[in-house]
Every structure is written in structure tokens, then in C-alpha cells.
């Protein structure tokens, strides 16, 4: 007998097995307020995922998102309709907003300091095989080994992402614009939908997002090299 979801996390089993990692005793939402007024305009919220919990915490806590120092999330696909169809479609997918589309409302309607959209500049990064196997080359540790056994050609979506707020020097290019996330039922369910200054519907609450549209991808590619074989900090 399977067991559910009550009891375990509805997620398909995957190659590197379960994480042995347990989670905290608290719930996401909490932690985050926790953490946010803890340190307040220092936390950087890194959306990798659904909005869920993001938006849990704003209901609890209206005070949250404004607490907070910025939200970067991976998310905001525009325009790739073509891509799901002429390329992969996996890649063409805005699964973190589609999963969840009302939290994703909540969530880019809250009153942060500063949005952060990363998206479609992602899906041009992708480490070959090749480049996998010269990074372990040299450098073997737990990660590389990782990487190597468990290659899949996949876009770097949450790690661009990462790398971003980790290093903001990477951006090279961004466009600010009013975004939202569509709730209504229909075939554009948890769509992003951007409009300039002028025509954004203001008096809906929507805020301005800037959203990255180029990043220096050669020095991209040679910091995560160096973090993956462990060479953060070393001289």
C-alpha cells in the first residue's frame, strides 16, 4: 500500500534517491517571517520553486514582504509559447507560476522593496557534457562527482538564479516592467503578463519587476566551475 501525501511528499522518486536531510519543525511560512524580523531589510528571499509558502507568509504577516531586503524568483516566462513547440517543451514551461498562480499573485502584488525576475535569460545556459566532465577533470570532490553521475543537459535555471544574488555583476542587461500572474480559469492560467509604465493596471496592485534579459554567461559558467570543485575563497 503507497503511502500519502500526508505522509510523504508527493513527489516522484528520482536517480541520487530521497534527501537525507529532515526538514525543521516549523512551517516555511514561519521560518521566513522568523528570519525576516530577525534581520530586517537584510534577507534576500530566493524563490527556486512554487509560491506557495511566499504567499502563506504574506497572509500571516502583512508586514513580510516589506520587512524583507528584495524577492529574486525563478519565474516570468514571456513569450515562449514558440519555444514549446519548435524546441523542448520542459523548457518552455513556467512551471513555478502555473503550480500555484493565486500564491503568485499574492506573492507579486505584496509591497516589496525590489523584484527580481529570472526566466527566460536561464534557458540559454546549459552546461555540454563536455563541460561537465573538464570541470571534474582537475578537481574531484563529492559535487563534481555529483554533476558527472548524474548529468542531465537541463537548463541552470536555479542555479543562474542563485549565481544572481549571489553576484548581481552578472546581469548585464535588464528591462523594468509592471508584472502579474493570470488567476482567471481559462488557457492563460498562470501566464506572467508585463506592461509598460503607461498601461500597467496600477489600481490593481500590480508592482514593477525588473527582469533580467542578459547575463555575462562565460563568467557564469567559470564561477560555478570554481564553487562545484570547491574552490570558493582559495588562493
Do not use: C
Amino acid at each position: 500500500m503507497s503511502k500519502t501525501p500526508d505522509t510523504q511528499p508527493a513527489i516522484a522518486t528520482t536517480p541520487d534517491g530521497a534527501p537525507a536531510l529532515q526538514p525543521q519543525g516549523i512551517p516555511a511560512a514561519l521560518f521566513m517571517i522568523q528570519q525576516v524580523h530577525a534581520h530586517p531589510h537584510q534577507v534576500t528571499i530566493l524563490e527556486a520553486g512554487p509560491m506557495t509558502n511566499l504567499a502563506l507568509a504574506i497572509r500571516l504577516d502583512p508586514s513580510f514582504a516589506s520587512t524583507a531586503k528584495q524577492l529574486v524568483f525563478m519565474g516570468g516566462y514571456l513569450d515562449l509559447s514558440m519555444m514549446s513547440v519548435t524546441g523542448n517543451a520542459d523548457n518552455g514551461s513556467d512551471f513555478n507560476l502555473i503550480f500555484d498562480p493565486e500564491a503568485a499573485h499574492i506573492t507579486l502584488t505584496a509591497p516589496w522593496a525590489r523584484i527580481t525576475s529570472v526566466a527566460n535569460v536561464s534557458n540559454d545556459v546549459v552546461l555540454s557534457k563536455d563541460e561537465v566532465d573538464s570541470i571534474a577533470k582537475n578537481h574531484k570532490t563529492p559535487v563534481t562527482d555529483y554533476l558527472v553521475k548524474y548529468y542531465v543537459p537541463l537548463a541552470m535555471w536555479d542555479e543562474v538564479t542563485s549565481a544572481i544574488v549571489a553576484d548581481p555583476s552578472l546581469v548585464t542587461k535588464t528591462q523594468d516592467a509592471y508584472m502579474d500572474v493570470e488567476t482567471g480559469k481559462g488557457i492563460g492560467y498562470g501566464h506572467a503578463y508585463v506592461w509598460p509604465d503607461s498601461l500597467a493596471p496600477k489600481a490593481m496592485g500590480v508592482r514593477k519587476v525588473r527582469i533580467v534579459q542578459a547575463i555575462d554567461k562565460a563568467r557564469f559558467k567559470k564561477q560555478y566551475a570554481v564553487w562545484a570543485q570547491g574552490l570558493m575563497g582559495k588562493h
